[in-house]
């Protein structure tokens, strides 16, 4: 319990650390849907925090239901990422905007098919969960390395920033993909998930803040996709 606490403790602090490389740089400009994210789990944590040390009969029952919220929101991760890669005026966003947008909706489809499909088989609202974070974690793992793939078949170069904020967060979600599919195949798992998740999240925020900690954009699209007039 001890370890899981300092876990839980020094992810709010490199997520603090997040906040104020972000409000330093003025980089909540630049990346407002990754600075919203980064405010939610901070918020999110803090409230988790206060509740377990005060509330502790009430911790497991707002942490399920606050993390489902957060697998939503990760959402505006995968759009910072695809943004920042194929900026908006650009050849390429054009071209692969409503290509991609049609793949997305059918993935978000999936993982809704996926997670409801085999309701009446979860006997919690943990297991539920469980079953949310593994169907959108994979969908957006995807989209993660879809628009990775897409960036490097067009040329396209990345900038420190977008590099790192998207390979540490296709590797979190990858982790907590497989780790949430194993949680939910065998009850003896569950207690490593509890180490492995947070743990994995902690790293990435470390990786967050050496990417951020210079500003450096994905450079600009030039050639056939280069920005339109």
């Known amino acids: 319990m001890a370890l899981s606490l300092a876990i839980f403790l020094a992810s709010i602090v490199f997520q603090v650390c997040v906040l104020w490389l972000m409000a330093r740089n003025t980089l909540w400009r630049m990346y407002p849907f990754l600075s919203i994210y980064i405010i939610w789990i901070s918020l999110e944590n803090f409230t988790l925090l206060a509740t377990y040390l005060l509330f502790p009969a009430l911790y497991p029952h707002l942490y399920w239901h606050s993390d489902s919220i957060d697998v939503v929101l990760r959402l505006l991760v995968v759009w910072e990422v695809f943004h920042q890669t194929f900026?908006?005026?650009?050849?390429?966003?054009?071209?692969?905007?409503?290509?991609?947008?049609?793949?997305?909706?059918?993935?978000?489809?999936?993982?809704?098919?996926?997670?409801?499909?085999?309701?009446?088989?979860?006997?919690?609202?943990?297991?539920?969960?469980?079953?949310?974070?593994?169907?959108?974690?994979?969908?957006?793992?995807?989209?993660?390395?879809?628009?990775?793939?897409?960036?490097?078949?067009?040329?396209?170069?990345?900038?420190?920033?977008?590099?790192?904020?998207?390979?540490?967060?296709?590797?979190w979600l990858s982790i907590s993909t497989a780790s949430s599919a194993m949680a939910e195949l065998t009850n003896s798992f569950l207690p490593y998930w509890f180490y492995l998740r947070p743990l994995?999240?902690?790293?990435?925020?470390?990786?967050?803040?050496?990417?951020?900690?210079?500003?450096?954009p994905t450079p600009q699209i030039n050639g056939p996709g280069a920005l339109a007039n």
């Not at 469980?130 to 989209?143: E, I, Y």
């Open 87 to 171: 900026p908006k005026g650009s050849g390429l966003n054009g071209s692969l905007s409503k290509s991609l947008a049609i793949v997305a909706f059918l993935l978000l489809a999936f993982a809704c098919g996926a997670t409801f499909w085999g309701y009446q088989n979860y006997i919690s609202f943990r297991s539920i969960h469980l079953a949310v974070d593994r169907n959108f974690g994979f969908v957006q793992a995807v989209m993660i390395l879809g628009t990775l793939l897409m960036a490097r078949y067009h040329g396209v170069k990345y900038g420190r920033n977008v590099r790192g904020i998207a390979l540490a967060f296709g590797g």
């Open 200 to 216: 994995s999240f902690m790293a990435m925020m470390v990786a967050w803040l050496w990417a951020l900690w210079i500003y450096e």
